[in-house]
């Protein structure tokens, strides 16, 4: 979470210094802010503006670019923060600050895992879930995401999020011990779970259906470049998990133990306030990684984007719910509705 930063009051005993991570931050906060911007605004562009052809994943990956924007906006005041090393803007901002990273990770973790899901059950049950992937349910899936991760942010900030430290104002820093174990901790633990853990299965299990299903022998010499795309697709999610969320959500749930005094150990409180900052600063860079999603895996998302949505986007070059049926099943075009991938 975004105010699990790792300078708290009650853990000098070991006399850890982690002050780099303020410099890092600001490095980091600042090249975010200018690719994040520019990358998500120009996809919110494509998807409201250029894009003829909305359906289920539009409308996740729509929603995950907002998720990206809500926390890059939010950047200028983090990095003024870090550079400084002082909060000017009051509890009530450094709230927002806090609520717009969690908003942020956990966001486009849930988003993700949604294009997954619908992705799972556009190939494996291509028939069966038409009635399942409507635009009805995926309003309703990304309503759901939004309070679920918003609520989750809020949480987190019923308290002071601010604290006096050495004549400096602090945001989402020094929290006490007792705060730690009989609040913090628990939360954390929670939003582990259902932000990441849960999230991460589902990809992992969806993607390997997904796979087994595409290396059918009836599949051979059927709907190549939608196996590609379909691959490419599964592969960049996955990186982003990877790359992004597993370290930092991983070194989340020890520095929670850690704080809460389930796990006392100054090597490995040594250990958590060196890496937390950096897979921190990963775990940031999904907002400028998640457009990649947008155009590496979405064919009509590189028309729109390279033709200005002149004409629109043909049907014919969008991979539908019954190719990919036929994928599976050497079925033949049955009119279902187009599915983007």
Known sequence: MAGLVLNETGMEDCGIDDSFKYDLYSVVYSLVFVLGLCTNCAALFVFCFRMKLRNETTLFMTNLALSDLVFVFTLPFKVYYNVNRHWPFGDGLCKVSGTAFITNIYGSMLFLTCISVDRFLAIVYPFRSRSIRTQRNAVVVCAAVWLTIVGGGVSVTFFSTINQANRATTCFEG????????????????????????????????????????????????????????????????????????????????????????????????FVRTLYPLTLCLATLNCCLDPVVYYFTSESFQKSLT?????????DSIPRSDTHNTLASNGKDMGVKETQF
């Open 175 to 270: 929290f006490s011990k007792s705060t730690w174990k009989t609040y913090l901790s628990k939360i954390t633990i929670f939003i582990e779970i259902v932000g990441f853990l849960l999230p991460l299965l589902a990809n992992l299990v969806c993607s390997s259906l997904v796979l087994r299903t595409l290396r059918r022998p009836t599949t051979i010499g059927h709907g190549c470049n939608s196996k590609r795309r379909v691959l490419r697709m599964i592969l960049v999610h996955l990186a982003i998990f990877i790359v992004c969320f597993v370290p930092y959500n991983s070194i989340l749930f020890l520095y929670a133990m850690v704080r809460s005094q389930a796990l006392a150990s100054c090597r490995l409180e040594r």
């Open 307 to 315: 033709t200005g949505g002149k004409g629109g986007v043909r049907a």
